[in-house]
């Protein structure tokens, strides 16, 4: 047979390779000379990347080439030094090349025998981050994409923990079963919301309770609800707290609302994705709150240690709790069992799950948690100087009180006489021209006192001279945004 139906040659991939390597070495060195995010429309990237279905083979060095000019200019680089959106996470250098031996071996990480040493790997490293979260109790845990799906995976364990429903083996259809409910503060991440859709609680049955200024959910204001809902005839199923979040990076009161879960035998979640590896950094530890009576936890590495999308890690101090919720084993995946196996299908929803405990491992062992610590360390302090640069100057104001590297800040000049709607205005311009422009990228939320501008600081590559750069940005662009249109009602 004379065409080739094989893969590359190992010497092939070796070379192509080293292209690649060079490119990144490039793209890294150059890193602040490139925009954060493309200018182009949606239209105009389609238009760039569209193209007829592929019928002949191209050499690589043309693929990688037209990567570098077509898709990699049109990305919004989250592993940018000034790339404050979101929640600003890191790709490390580590994780990267984890990432190449990991989609080189190919593994699936479902049952003990399909792959050993990573199914260790993946124990091992669950019980270092369990550790770092200052959650020792774990019994069951397993690593997942995100939060959202942690979230997700802890809810069905606490509904399968209630007792006279056995829901997993008879389902929600035709039966008369009380409404279960989960609650929450008004700032809880939506992943609450979408958990409860796809479980058949629904939307009605999340009990969102509002958190006031502070951003913090009420254990009496809890406790009132549950015991509201308990007379109503209806079922309280869990609790959701957070240390962390999205909007303002704020702390529920975990052991207070641990006590009042107990009280009504309710579980409780706590959605930690953000908060919870903040713990390695002595400045933040003490300001943190006990976890060792959550029920579950979810926690992202993703977002705080150094490890590219995807890696969250949920963690159950019940023994079984997902695994007699999701242990389903046909004929054609029934194995051998021994001491110290484990079969991480169970755990979930995935069979096919990546190898993708292998990021932490490496990372882990290359940083070390002294490593870590101090890297959490100069972020946090890069917040404080921003924050201070802020209250110093007579027409910022910040906005939340969080010990994470979350500000929100918001314009208001004090010698003008806007009213909060022009503010809000004001703040969109302010927040749109610094993105337009490119350098930098930061992300915004809306809070009692109004529109807010909302950076977080997170970024391996983030020095002292970005955030400096980012603040001389935002008040260049509120002097360019104030001065000419200070009466006008922005539709912006």
Not at 111 to 122: G, Q, S, T, Y
């Amino acid at each position: 047979m004379s065409e080739n139906v094989g893969d590359w040659s190992p010497e092939e991939l070796e070379k192509n390779g080293h292209l690649l390597l060079s490119q990144l070495r490039e793209h890294f060195t150059t890193l602040r000379t490139q925009p954060v995010t493309t200018t182009r429309s949606a239209q105009e990237i389609r238009a760039v990347i569209d193209e007829p279905l592929p019928t002949a083979p191209q050499p690589f060095p043309e693929i990688l080439r037209q990567t570098w000019d077509d898709v990699r200019p049109n990305l919004t680089l989250w592993n940018h030094p000034r790339f404050h959106a979101y929640f600003s996470n890191s790709s490390s250098g580590p994780a990267i090349l984890a990432e190449m031996f990991t989609a080189a071996m190919n593994v699936n990480v479902m049952l003990w025998d399909a792959a050993p040493a990573a199914a260790a790997v993946e124990l091992t490293v669950l019980d270092w981050l369990a550790q770092m979260v200052g959650y020792p109790v774990a019994q069951d845990s397993v690593l997942v994409d995100g939060a959202s799906l942690g979230t997700l995976y802890a809810l069905a364990a606490a509904r399968e923990r209630l007792s006279g429903l056995d829901i997993r083996q008879q389902g929600l259809a035709g039966r008369d079963l009380p409404r279960l409910r989960i609650y929450a503060s008004d700032q809880t991440h939506s992943s609450v919301d979408k958990a409860a859709i796809t479980l058949g609680i629904g939307l009605d049955n999340v009990v969102r309770l509002p958190a006031g200024p502070t951003g913090r959910l009420d254990p009496e204001a809890l406790r009132a609800a549950l015991e509201r809902d308990v007379r109503s005839g209806h079922r309280p199923l869990a609790v959701v707290a957070n240390v962390g979040t999205t909007s303002i990076g704020a702390i529920d009161p975990v052991e207070e609302i641990a006590e009042v879960c107990a009280a009504h035998d309710t579980w409780l979640h706590v959605d930690a994705a953000y908060g919870g590896f903040w713990r390695l950094a002595p400045e933040v530890r003490p300001l943190l709150p006990d976890l060792s009576r959550a029920d579950s936890v979810v926690a992202n590495p993703h977002k705080v240690l150094l490890s590219p999308m995807e890696a969250g890690a949920l963690f159950c101090r019940h023994r079984d709790a997902l695994t007699n919720t999701f242990r389903v084993v046909p004929e054609y995946l029934r194995t051998r069992h021994e001491d110290g196996s484990v079969d991480f299908m169970n755990y979930s929803l995935q069979l096919g799950r990546q190898f993708r405990a292998l990021k932490l491992w490496w990372l882990i062992k290359t940083f070390g948690v002294a490593g870590l610590t101090s890297r959490l360390s100069a972020a946090a302090a890069l917040a404080d100087g921003l924050r201070a640069r802020a209250r110093a100057h007579p027409d910022w104001t910040v906005e939340n009180d969080s010990p994470f590297p979350l500000v929100c800040l918001r314009h208001r000049p004090h010698d003008r006489d806007l009213d909060d709607e022009e503010t809000d205005a004001l703040n969109r311009r302010v927040h749109r021209a610094v993105n337009d422009a490119g350098t930098s990228f930061v992300s915004h939320t809306v809070l009692p006192t109004g529109y807010a501008l909302r950076i977080s600081i997170g970024n391996i590559h983030t020095t002292e001279a970005d955030i400096d750069a980012l603040w001389g940005e935002l008040t260049a662009a509120a002097e360019r945004c104030a001065a000419p249109r200070l009466t006008e009602r922005s539709t912006l």
